[in-house]
């Protein structure tokens, strides 16, 4: 059993070790395996190990030697651009969205199309799908074969490892095997999570440009339709035990509150949604959008101003209950509550002064959206290239 365990051990480490040499050859490439060990904090031996694994995988070739300062030569590293692509896809209520996504992390070509799936046209979503990646991969002349997998982000509860979508209340979905439908017609691997975890593992690999924190905890806060929290641990998603945690939206605040849509009172989400802010600016006066209700507040509306306030007021609050149970280094505020009024990150920076204690307060940075609407297609392609790091190796 212990053998089993430190064997297990040793797995995790290399993939972990893996992906963060990866990572750092992302960002900083070309760079000689002597700085990655300087950026990551691995030994130079660990280096070696795990950079020979990204060649074999052919996700990283060794280039010209150049001087170094002191005039010794060193092997540069760098991504291997030509050699696999990945597809990163978003489905949401209105619209779905796919790209081609290169080792980078860049988009080489994207499509979107508007479908109301209402839960009935399930099989016109794959054809749509499958057309745009086909059309796309042609377009740019990319064979089909260069393509390792699929990764797609939707809105709900998702199970990663049958392909589930368990439940989704903006699809209309209920225990639909969506990886086995896509895969049927796609003809390359699909991998499926929710979107705000996949937008999380876009959103932190880029936001660590500066450095590899090998160890960071990165909290995504998002607040738009709904509200929901996504958590990437050491560069993986972190799901729990059914991949729920994160669905701090029906944490409940007040038993005696508002009812939700999941059947309780009070929970968080009933206080911050687009909805929830809708409805009570519709008990002054009719307000259609959440631009209006801005719209109204520019316009010096005590009462529109004193409604956005609270909502800032709840996100901290929010941003405070995410630090108390995760103690995250980074927080990425995010949602089209944030994106369509960037002011009111400043509004919510603001409240934190109130709502997080004083002793967490210096515990983290909060960062805004650095991929804004592509974060969910760039964070999904990441969770292929991930998968192929992970277990590349195993079908080879
Ligand atoms: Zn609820």
């Given at each position: 059993m212990q053998v089993l365990l430190e064997k297990h051990d040793q797995e995790f480490i290399r993939k972990k070790n893996r992906m963060l040499a990866f990572n750092s050859i992302q960002h900083?490439?070309?760079?000689?395996r002597t700085d990655i060990a300087k950026l990551s904090g691995m030994s130079a031996a660990t280096v070696g190990r795990v950079v020979a694994d990204l060649i074999e995988l052919g996700l990283v070739k060794e280039t010209d030697q150049i001087s170094g300062g002191v005039g010794r030569k060193a092997t540069m590293l760098d991504l291997d651009l030509e050699s696999i692509m990945t597809v990163g896809i978003e489905v949401d209520r209105n619209l779905t969205k796919a790209a081609l996504v290169d080792l980078s992390g860049r988009i080489i070509a994207e499509k979107q199309q508007v479908v109301?799936?209402?839960?009935?046209q399930l099989d016109v979503l794959i054809d749509l799908i499958v057309h745009m990646v086909t059309e796309m991969a042609a377009e740019q002349g990319i064979p089909l074969s260069k393509f390792v997998g699929a990764g797609v982000g939707l809105p709900g509860i998702v199970d990663p490892d049958q392909g589930m979508v368990v439940f989704s209340a903006q699809l209309g979905?209920?225990?639909?095997?969506f990886v086995k439908m896509l895969e049927a017609k796609l003809n390359m691997p699909v991998v499926l999570d929710n979107d705000l975890k996949v937008k999380a593992l876009g959103e932190s690999s880029f936001h660590s440009l500066d450095g590899i924190p090998a160890e960071s905890i990165t909290a995504l806060v998002s607040i738009g339709s709904g509200l929901g929290t996504a958590l990437i641990m050491d560069q993986k998603i972190y799901r729990g035990s059914r991949n729920i945690?994160?669905?701090?939206?029906?944490?409940?605040?007040?038993?005696?509150g508002k009812l939700c849509e999941c059947g309780k009172?009070?929970?968080?989400q009933t206080y911050i949604t687009d909805l929830a802010l809708l409805q009570e600016a519709n008990q002054i006066r009719e307000v259609r959008s959440l631009q209006e209700l801005f719209q109204y507040m520019e316009q010096g509306e005590p009462w529109a101003r004193s409604i956005i306030d609270r909502a800032c007021s709840y996100i901290a609050i929010t941003i405070n209950n995410v630090v108390c149970a995760y103690n995250p280094n980074h927080i990425i505020l995010t949602g089209k509550f944030i994106e369509d009024h960037p002011e009111m990150f400043e509004a919510v920076k603001l409240k934190l002064q109130e709502f997080v204690g004083e002793h967490f307060s210096g515990s983290f940075e909060m960062f805004r959206s650095?991929?804004?609407?592509?974060s969910v297609m760039i964070g999904a392609a990441k969770l292929v290239l991930q998968q192929q790091i992970d277990y590349g190796l195993v079908h080879k």
């Open positions: 900083h490439h070309p760079i000689s109301d799936q209402n839960g009935k979905w209920r225990n639909i095997s945690a994160g669905e701090i939206g029906h944490s409940i605040i007040d038993p005696n009172r009070g929970c968080l650095k991929l804004g609407e592509r």
